[in-house]
């Protein structure tokens, strides 16, 4: 009976000591990766949609998450020997007890006032335009979404008092743009200007290329009149470039994607019937379809298979998990988000979790 008791005694003594933090990291990390990065998807389709119904939109940054874990126990042994003429015999007591607290602090921070202004307002600028198709992504995601014009070729905006079906030359720069960036033969560097300012330069290659390389650069070169003897031309921020060496780009900012994205989801018919929102405007033209880059759906039941999904006015708006060209355009609108971040460190999440 002692024996067994000591032995009992003893292995609760080592859970005791044992502590939790390492078993800890990995849960902890992985969760709260989890969560901030869902919450942000998230907050950022509730945005859209708040647009769409003439909302304002507003953005709480997860500024910090402190957790500390608290893990306590005890171990009680109590006995009595009693002597054999004794009316009580002997006698042991033993007893235990734990307590396990996890106190996590999280600090929210709303972006507003200049934060907001250079995050959501500034346009984007037309170096790292250039630089997200140079890293791989497409120029049929990157130029409709964030491209208002290239050399005074105007894109399809359903919104605002500018509104326009957009030029089919635009679509068809665009087109070339794709075949010459999937042939290799464009590229982009940053050079120093007189004033010792960067300057981006877009390059084309000229030597072994494809007939229909050539064919699309001569094409391409006609609409932006560009100079068909130039191998390398300016790219700057503007409506009409200053020259046939230069291509003028008007990027959007944030809130004007947000707002572009914003004015393609469908609503119930009822919120148009109650003046709630107004009606969604068709695209046209022959690639009307492909224009849309983000399907958002709506419906009264949450919906089962979600990239994402946020319920807003009694319905649920969200992405299909299954449409994998909408969850392409919604990353790649997170990946904005984070180009167009201050650079504070007030903006990056800390964790911290002593639990030791």
């Known amino acids: 009976m002692a024996a067994k008791a000591l032995l009992l005694v003893l292995l609760l003594s080592i859970t005791g ?30 945005n859209i949609v708040k647009i769409r119904y003439a909302d304002m939109p507003l953005f709480v940054e997860v500024a910090s998450i402190v957790s500390g874990y608290t893990l306590e126990s005890s171990v009680s042994l109590n006995g009595m020997l009693s002597s054999s003429d004794a009316i009580q015999r002997d006698s042991l007591s033993l007893g235990g007890n734990g307590k396990f607290i996890d106190r996590p602090t999280i600090t929210y921070v709303p972006i507003t006032g200049s934060q907001f202004n250079r995050s959501f307002m500034t346009p984007i600028p037309p170096g ?79 030597e072994g290329l494809a007939p229909e390389i050539l064919a699309a650069r001569q094409e391409l070169n006609t609409l932006l009149g560009l ?38 989801i469908d609503v119930p018919p009822e919120h148009i019937a109650d003046g709630r929102t107004v ?58 988000f984070s180009l167009t971040e201050t650079g504070g460190k007030e903006g990056l999440p800390l964790v911290t979790i002593p639990a030791g």
């Open 279 to 336: 009606p969604t405007q068709a695209a046209t033209g022959s690639d009307a379809e492909n224009r849309k880059l983000m399907n958002v759906h709506y419906s009264k039941e949450r919906p089962a298979d979600a990239f994402t999904a946020v319920k807003y006015r009694d319905y649920w708006y969200w992405v299909d998990d299954g449409d994998f060209r909408s969850k392409r355009t919604f990353a790649f609108l997170m990946i904005l």
């Open 17 to 46: 000591c044992s502590n939790i933090g390492p078993k800890s990291v990995t849960r902890d990390r992985f969760d709260y990766n989890t969560a901030i990065s869902d919450s942000w998807k998230e907050q950022t389709l509730l």
């Open 128 to 206: 790292a335009v250039l630089f997200l198709m140079q890293s791989g992504w497409s120029a049929e995601l990157i130029f409709p979404l964030t491209v208002d014009s290239v050399n005074g070729l105007r894109s399809q905006a359903l919104a605002g008092s500018n509104q326009r079906t957009g030029d089919v030359d635009y679509y068809r720069v665009i087109d070339l743009m794709r075949q010459i960036q999937l042939s290799g033969a464009i590229g982009m560097r940053i050079k120093k200007a007189g004033n010792l300012q960067d300057s981006t330069v877009l390059f084309f290659q000229k």
């Open 227 to 264: 100079n068909p003897e130039a191998r390398e031309v300016r790219v700057n921020y503007g409506l009409i470039p200053g020259g046939d060496d230069e291509v003028a780009l008007l990027t959007r900012s944030m809130l004007q994607i947000m707002i572009q994205l914003a004015t393609k």
